[in-house]
């Protein structure tokens, strides 16, 4: 499966942005999803997550209440809704799949995902 991620941007902080996941060569519907992020000169932290029957979600804390994580089977297409950015959220942003997952789990572990998406740049101006 391809993933392709898109919707980073320049924004003021307080703004607001949508980026997007669309996976290509197989269907998203049994597969959990995953945002990551990794600022200049940090590694690779998890930021969000939904598991393949869209019920549930994972947040890391500073992100708990302004950013949304969903999926869209039909559109084969899972988001990551940021609001009230900070300046702290620059970063680029990686989405991530894993198959063979459990309906109701979550995943954190970058080493738990098969397959990564090439990023999406946001940057937040302060």
């Known amino acids: 499966v391809q993933l392709q991620a898109s919707g980073g941007g320049l924004v003021q902080a307080g703004g607001s942005l949508r980026l997007s996941c669309a996976a290509s060569?197989?269907?998203?519907?049994?597969?959990?999803m995953g945002w990551f992020r990794q600022a200049p000169g940090k590694e690779r932290e998890f930021v969000a997550a939904?598991?393949?029957?869209?019920?549930?979600?994972d947040y890391i804390d500073s992100v708990r209440g302004r950013f949304t994580i969903s999926r869209d089977t039909a559109k084969n297409t899972v988001y990551l809704q940021m609001n009230s950015l900070r300046f702290e959220d620059t970063a680029v942003y990686y989405c991530a799949a894993k198959v063979r997952a459990d309906s109701y789990r979550t995943h954190r572990t970058p080493s738990e995902y098969d397959y990564w998406g090439q990023g999406t740049e946001v940057t937040v101006s302060s």
């Open positions: 939904i598991s393949w029957n869209g019920v549930y979600t």
């Open positions: 060569g197989r269907t998203l519907s049994n597969y959990a």
